[in-house]
């Protein structure tokens, strides 16, 4: 089969894409024609492929131009101004007992956009028309999130602060979102009160897509596990989803075309309920090609249905070229697609064995495709994914079946089976827990020379496994480079940096700073209150800290010492502060007190702290450092500091903290 629509939808991709990662148009038209000089000299297409390639990347560049114009500028022209607005409520999220926090996608002073924002309890649904005046600025917040481009992707450009003179202006229009999102409401209710703990949270993460209630310390294990595509819902819940309810459908014996419309429709249904994220999206209208191909008497390709639904969900959404949720989904679906069945097509096996052999090639075969996206995108890198793709995620496919069909909500069924998945989802945590506890298990995902060595190995596996296309040396591969992965890891834990840094975090008048050598940390909260410690957990993952051996806290130590055992990866031993606090890590100071924590010495008071590293003296304030005499204001940064004294340098970094490490 021709797939006809794998280069418009590349080039289409390829223009976008690099607009997203802040090329300039003349910077994009250089690359465009790099492409095409490679495509004439290797022969990768005739004229018309060529032709298309071309036409494509242009015509990425003028929708991007074009959707720039039309509503991130004006939306972005907002900033600082009082607006009003008028839209529908598509999200809302209890903040309090007479307060939420609502998502509304409609006007802001003639401008169409969507935006979050705080407003009081009046009765508000999913779907009401809402009126109100909400100061609006645009997301430019390089501390917590990575500035400019956070939400962009989602088609989220501005936030809102407190509503005033909010009032509802109408019944729901929207009658179909208020009786799917009612439904998700109750089924997350259900499965996180039988399951109960972050068992439930991860099972109603898998099912709808909410992750708010599970924990930071069950988040990381499951990232550092490999696992983290399955407590997001992504095409293989949607994949499952859809299998299921095709079943279910099928034995109404309604006819074959009207079995596949009324699938659709629940597929799509659950894709709501879900959110709408890229990975579910995407998944969707493949399987609406699919489901719908014989209707038009054609044959579904996978790999041509992705180009063509990259083709919709990026005129749509433009920006969604730099979501890594876009990014990583298209990269599973072409390695499912094209390398896959490279490797599967020689196996030998037939029945169950064939089932299980093509299953487990299939997951390591996506998961190493993937892996240059997992260094570019997160902070921590899993060694052992591999390992656990193929011995956890059969288990998390039966506990989502298993909550899926709980989630019919007959009573005497409901229970019995999440109770059931409860212990599957334990059985998970537990193996995952234990795979996990070597030091070697993952690792920085910017680790500078293991970086480097995962990418050479990488290439290698490639070329070993799907040129030669040989599952046996794919495998044989994929094992190999797990080892390199924790060689590389341990001899970069043995050989660290011995210099000191200092990460500074500005928010206004407050700091929290982190100052480290090698694997170990200190942090220091001044006035903060643990308001960044999310921040400083991807700090300490980026830098490769696995020792956190106290943190100074200045103010409200109860609230703070809290978020801090809640939000951060690594807990500190000790926490010492100026004020009572009920917490058994808490030691209490008393006026001025120095203290030696390795070969820093801190000089501890309640207005900041002065730090001697190495006979290098630095002074941590509210609203200001000082350094080699010389006051450093904090109080308007808009970016991380990093200061290194030994080499007298001092200097900005970004969110990513890429020269941290």
């Known amino acids: 089969m021709k797939r006809k629509l794998l280069i418009p939808g590349l080039s289409y991709f390829l223009g976008l894409f690099l607009r997203m990662q802040g090329f300039s148009l003349a910077a994009s038209c250089v690359v465009c024609a790099a492409a095409l000089l490679i495509m004439i000299g290797l022969r990768l297409g005739d004229k018309r492929a060529i032709t298309c390639f071309a ?14 114009y ?6 972005a022209a907002l900033d600082g101004k009082s607006v009003e607005v008028s839209g529908t409520v598509r999200d809302i999220t209890e903040v309090g007992s007479d307060k939420v926090l609502v998502k509304v996608k409609g006007s802001f002073d003639g401008v169409r956009a969507t935006a979050s924002f ?5 009765g508000i649904d999913y779907g009401d028309r809402i009126s109100a005046k909400v100061k609006v600025s645009r997301i430019s917040d390089n501390i917590r999130y990575q500035g400019d481009t956070y939400g962009r992707p989602e088609g989220i450009f501005i936030s809102g602060e407190q509503a005033e003179n909010e009032r509802l202006t109408g019944s729901a229009p929207d009658y179909v979102l208020r009786g799917v999102m009612h439904f998700r409401d109750r089924v997350c209710s259900l499965v996180t009160n039988v399951i109960g703990g972050d068992e439930g949270a991860f099972a109603a993460a898998m099912l709808c897509g909410d992750k708010t209630e599970l924990s930071n310390d069950a988040k990381n294990l499951i990232y550092r596990s490999g696992l983290g595509h399955i407590f997001c819902v992504s095409g293989t819940h949607v994949l499952l989803v859809g299998a299921m309810i095709y079943e279910l459908v099928r034995h109404l014996r309604l006819g074959k075309r009207v079995t596949s419309v009324l699938s659709l429709i629940l597929v799509w249904l659950f894709a ?7 990975p579910v999206v995407r998944s969707c209208i493949m399987m609406t090609a699919l489901l719908s191909a014989e209707f038009f008497h054609r044959k579904s390709d996978p790999a ?14 433009p920006y969604a070229a730099g979501s890594r949720s876009f990014l990583l989904s298209f990269t599973a679906v072409f390695a499912i697609s094209v390398f896959a069945p490279v490797l599967t097509g020689k196996l030998k096996a037939v029945g169950l064995v064939r089932s299980i052999e093509v299953s487990a090639l299939t997951s390591l075969t996506m998961l190493m495709i993937s892996m240059p996206f997992q260094l570019l995108f997160f902070d921590e ?12 995620v059969p288990l998390c ?35 995952a827990e234990l795979l996990c506890r070597p030091s070697l298990s993952y690792l920085p995902a910017r680790a500078g020379v293991t970086a480097a060595v995962i990418i050479v190995t990488l290439v290698i596996v490639y070329a070993i496994g799907f040129i030669s296309r040989s599952p046996r040396a794919a495998v044989a591969g994929s094992l190999c480079a797990m080892l390199i992965w924790a060689a590389a890891a341990f001899f970069g834990q043995m050989m660290p940096d011995k210099d000191y840094k200092l990460v500074i975090l500005p928010d206004g008048s407050k700091l929290q700073c982190v100052l480290y050598s090698g694997r170990e940390g200190i942090i220091f909260d001044i ?15 980026r830098a490769g800290i696995r020792d956190v051996s106290c943190e100074f806290v200045t103010k409200k130590p109860s609230l703070t010492v809290t978020r801090a055992m809640t939000d951060l990866s690594y807990k500190p031993e000790r926490f010492y502060v100026f004020d009572e606090c009920l917490s058994e890590r808490a030691v209490l100071l008393d006026g001025l007190t120095r203290m030696k924590v390795g070969d820093a010495e801190i000089t501890a008071s309640e207005e900041g702290f002065l730090i001697d590293v190495r006979g290098k003296r630095i002074g941590l304030f509210t609203d200001h450092i000082e350094y080699n005499g010389t006051a450093v204001l904090t109080d308007e940064e808009t970016l991380p500091l990093v200061l290194e004294p030994e080499k007298d340098l001092i200097r900005r970094t970004d969110y990513a903290f890429s020269d941290c490490g």
């Open 55 to 68: 036409v494509f990347f242009i015509a990425a560049n003028a929708v991007f131009s074009v959707y720039t």
């Open 70 to 75: 039309a509503f991130y500028e004006r939306a």
């Open 118 to 122: 705080y407003c009081r309890d009046i």
């Open 272 to 278: 709501l309920m879900a959110g709408m994220s890229a």
């Open 304 to 317: 041509n249905a992705a180009c063509g639904c990259m083709l919709i969900m990026l005129t749509v959404s």
């Open 381 to 392: 890198l899993s060694v052992i994914a591999p390992l656990t793709n193929v011995l956890l």
């Open 397 to 431: 496919v039966m506990g989502l079946t298993v909550v899926f069909v709980s989630a019919i909500g007959i009573p005497f069924i409901s229970v019995p089976l999440l109770t059931a998945a409860k212990y599957i989802i334990r059985a998970v945590f537990r193996i």
């Open 527 to 541: 006035g903060s209150c643990g308001a960044l410690d999310n921040t400083a957990s991807r700090l300490l993952s």
